[in-house]
């Protein structure tokens, strides 16, 4: 179970999470480095302490005019209003504040003070409370098409605060913030606007009424929007920033209600998935999209600027297994790492999160000119993943990427036939200090995808498997997902080669006659004829029924072996001499199914001289049988009169009886007639 855990505990978390990398950063396609990147940099140079990394980072915030000239100088006037969610740097500074010198907790605790705003108004559906000001540079647009004295810009942005919680609490399930008590002035939710180089916060703002991590919390967005990305908003660009960032933010307060001290990139991917369950048509968070196809080597879990495109990760639980599962996450996360209630959560499916991490990486190829409608709704509109390394030309000798993949991140290899004849075997062999998961995904044509996950032996992470016909693949791709969660980078080794033509053969020695009532002992004779090891599945039936059940067996065997299958044709006592059966023989290579033989044989029903009775067998019966059709008016032989011709001379007469009695007793031959 979670406990309220000091701050010094939560800090020493954070510090090794910074150590690696800022969790703030401007969207991708920022030219330079914004603010929170140089003073980062600076932070992990020795160039300033930890204490003014803090104390900067929320200056960038709320007083960036007064920073050093140096962490302003690479940055234009757009830059400098663009940055996404300065969450974290709040959450940070707060949980960082008992172990700063008394003069750097006077600096900070003015940075954590609410906003404030000389005029408020309540949303229409009385949940929230915005707090803003007409003058000065924090104001508001003050257009009021409507003349009653409010600014469209606050009464638009009520409605889709209002939007938000509506979606989030009362249609999904989620449990709504907690309430401040009075603090803004009442109980409702507080909402603040500023101008400021992000798009907005939310700030702790004391313990929740819970015994778990709770938080209560405020929320500023930005004053005006003016100036921000692009996205797809019908409304425009003003608009549809002002919307999404009601719904991240105020998720990241339904969050708060969970877990305040919850991963970083769990709650910023969450909150930018959020951003399209309430308003889907703006697509504000394509604009991060590209920082996680163009590095997919990168962790999921890594705190930079990756967190708010590793949404694509809510994506994939919401469409692999429902909104549900995602809630129930967060549901958990009150006692549990996001990790453990992860695999909590999917455990209802058969999964956890190792497993459904690497599918995930498959769905992740499957994306724009690639999009097979069966993956994510929006694939078609999310960019395609880098590759590592593309591969045309072969033999390709072992060979270790250039990529390695990051704990939770992957690596993808993409092979085209090009003139290759034959087969194509990938060989895989990942760094034994990491576990993998290894996929392999066969397109035939640019949109048509299967996809097929690897056996990996885990004594050393290597697998193989071999593509037949790979001529007939528009391309292959291998996918390579470190699944050592937190791991540094992992390196890994392919090779590839073109094998020799991929077949299997099967052969039916022999005649196919049978007698009526008699069981006919016969061969089945299947090859591989790879160069390589393969199971050969070999399955025999007949078109009447006569083979019950079925044969059906396999046989391992090297390249260029046979084995003998042997079935036993039986056929029904008095089948008729003019009855046809078919005998249908089949191998299928195990490696892959699409490599198979068949053959169909007829199998004729014919007389058998001597079995006078018609009973399938030469016995005692018919010698008894031929002297009382021949002394005693008994019946004739059967089927026809022909089966009591021992001799085979034309006639039947007591020298086919001598004939049998010598074959049944003393050696004799069979009759010249019989095939067998």
Known sequence: MHRRISSAFVLGLILMSFAAISPFAAAENFSGKTTANLIEDDYKAGLIDYESKIIYQLMSVRDYNKLPLKYMSSLTAAEATKGKSATGIFREAQLSLPQLSPSGQASVAQYLARPGGNFTYDSPGGFFKLHYNKSGTNAVPLTDNNSNGISDYIEKVALYCDSSRHTMVDLLGYAASPLDGSAGGDSKYDIYFEEMQYYGYTAWDGNGPNPWDDAMSYISLHRNFIGFPPNDDPDGNQWGAAKVTAAHEYFHAVQYAYDYNEELWWMEAGSTWMEDVVFDPVNDNYNYLGEFFTSPQTALTDNGFHAYSSFIWDKFLEAKFTEDAIRRIWEGCIYLSAYNATNDSLQLYGYNFDSALAEFNTWNYIT????????????????????????????????????????????????????????????????????????????????????????????????????????????????????????????????????????????????????????????????????????????????????????????????????????????????????????????????????????????????????????????VQDITYLINYLYKGGPVPMPVISAGDMTCDGLVNIMDVTAIIKYLYQGGANSPCNPF
């Open 368 to 619: 724009g000119g690639r999009n097979d409608y069966l993956h994510y709704g929006d694939a078609a509109n999310y960019p395609l993943i880098t590759m590592a390394e593309s591969i045309s030309s072969y033999p390709v000798g072992t060979h270790t990427c250039s990529v390695s993949p990051q704990g939770y991140g992957a690596a993808y290899i993409r092979f085209t036939p090009g003139s290759s004849q034959g087969g194509l075997r990938i060989t895989f062999d990942g760094n034994d200090s990491r576990e993998w998961a290894v996929y392999i995904i066969k397109s035939s044509a640019i949109n048509s995808h299967i996809i097929e996950k690897l056996v990996v032996n885990s004594s050393g992470w290597t697998a193989q498997t071999i593509i037949s016909s790979f001529r007939n693949y528009n391309s292959v791709a291998l996918v390579a997902i470190n699944t050592s969660q937190y791991s540094a980078a992992g390196s890994f080794a392919y090779a590839a080669e073109i094998m020799p033509g991929y077949s299997v053969s099967g052969n039916l020695p022999g005649d196919t006659l049978g007698y009526s009532g008699r069981s006919r002992t016969m061969i089945y004779s299947v090859t591989n004829n790879s160069t390589f090891y393969d199971t050969l599945n070999t399955t025999i039936t007949d078109s009447l029924g006569w083979l019950v059940p079925p044969f059906d067996t396999s046989f391992a065997l090297a390249g260029g072996q046979t084995a003998i299958a042997v079935f036993d044709f039986t056929v029904p006592v008095g089948t008729p001499l003019a009855t046809r059966n078919r005998i249908n023989l089949a191998v299928q290579s195990q490696g892959d199914p699409a490599v198979m033989s068949s053959t169909t044989a007829p199998f004729r029903i014919i007389l058998q001289r001597g079995d006078a009775n018609f009973s399938g067998n030469m016995g």
